[in-house]
């Protein structure tokens, strides 16, 4: 069993960086893939960026490609989600999630096994 919290999310400014962390329990942290999504009013849940559970392979979805970096400590069981240039719609609630497809880039919802509770970003413009 892996739980996640995510932290970091807030009301920003249009152009503002905000960075999110997701922290995990469990021993095995560096054996999931894990991935960041997203869901606006409205709207279905997007993968934005997934990371390897060795941080070497990296995706991200074309909306956030050049703005926004994935990265992970695996000594602090921690994934973390950079979000530079942020715009008005960026705004969602982002999700953690953990896959135990941990050599793969997995890209669909069905493929990951545990979920953090969200953090909301907002950007004002």
């Known amino acids: 069993q892996v739980q996640l919290v995510e932290s970091g999310g807030g009301l920003v400014q249009a152009g503002d960086s905000l960075r999110l962390s997701c922290g995990a329990s469990g021993r095995t942290f560096s054996s999931y893939a894990m991935g960041w999504f997203r869901q606006a009013p409205g709207k279905e849940r997007e993968l934005i960026a997934t990371i390897t559970g060795s941080g070497v392979g990296r995706y991200y979805a074309d909306s956030v490609k050049g703005r926004f970096t994935i990265s992970r400590d695996n000594a602090k069981n921690t994934v973390y989600l950079q979000m530079n240039s942020l715009k008005p719609e960026d705004t969602a609630v982002y999700t953690c999630?953990?896959?135990?497809?941990?050599?793969?880039?997995?890209?669909?919802?069905?493929?990951?096994?545990?979920w953090g509770q969200g953090t909301q970003v907002t950007v004002s413009s």
């Open positions: 999630a953990a896959s135990q497809y941990g050599l793969t880039i997995p890209r669909r919802p069905g493929q990951y096994d545990y």
